[in-house]
């Protein structure tokens, strides 16, 4: 059975990086069939694509977020990263990883990781 | 690249049927076929509920159906159950950056 489990530093400080992973379980991301993505909802408000990759190294990101994001795969763990620059409290957020099939985001997510920043 | 607009309300009574609007431009929804749509309850992960406009994952009710013209999308549930009450969001493939963009969700009320 396919899982995805989040996890990240809980609490991060203005202007750090925040690193986040994503273990696959039940199924191997370099699986041709499906790309694999990170989705984030600030508390109380909407969901945003934020960055998705293929197991071949291609990767797509938010416009609006291309310039702080890199998303990163690690094969021989079955895993995958993003990694968010200089962040503020606008990135405050749940932050979710994804499967996409066919080009649709969210056929699977995983339970979400909360991220804090504040000094 | 903006989020798509949808309406920040909709209620029903049980049984009844709602229509939720996603509207977006020529840039997304109006050039693409992957248009989604999610339903999340509170504190809950969102399910997908429609992929590539209409079609339906294995398991999601036919109560629920999707469709596009031009630039907008819709979301129908019909005969509206307690159970239907959530937060749903649309999402659409934009180009030419290739990227994904939600909608600003609507919250689901059954009376």
């Not at chain 1, 293929?54 to 990263?81: M, V």
């Not at chain 2, 339906?56 to 999308?73: E, Q």
Request: net charge neutral; hydrophobic share 30%; with cysteine.
């Amino acid at each position: 059975q396919l899982q995805l489990q989040e996890s990240g530093p809980g609490l991060v400080k203005p202007s750090e990086t925040l690193s986040l992973t994503c273990a696959v379980s039940g199924l191997s991301i370099n699986n041709r069939l499906y790309h694999w993505g990170w989705i984030r909802q600030p508390p109380d408000r909407g969901l945003e694509w934020m960055a998705s990759l293929y197991y071949t190294g291609i990767t797509y990101y938010s416009p609006s977020l291309k310039s702080r994001l890199t998303i990163s795969a690690d094969s021989s763990k079955n895993q995958f990263s993003l990694k968010v620059t200089s962040v503020t409290a606008a990135d405050t957020a749940m932050y979710y990883c994804v499967r996409l099939s066919d080009g649709v985001p969210g056929d699977v997510w995983g339970q979400g990781t909360t991220v804090t920043v504040s000094s | 690249q903006s989020a798509l607009t949808q309406p920040a309300s909709v209620s029903g009574s049980p049984g009844q049927s709602i229509t939720i609007s996603c509207t977006g431009t020529s840039s997304d929804i109006g050039t693409s076929n992957l248009v989604t749509w999610y339903q999340q309850h509170p504190g809950k992960v969102p399910k997908l509920m429609i992929y590539e406009v209409t079609q339906r994952p294995s398991g999601v009710s036919n109560r629920f159906s999707g469709s596009k013209s031009g630039n907008t999308a819709s979301l129908t549930i019909s005969g509206l159950q307690a159970e239907d009450e959530a937060d749903y969001y649309c999402c659409s493939f934009a180009g030419p950056s290739p990227s994904y963009v939600f909608g600003t969700g609507t919250k689901v009320t059954v009376l």
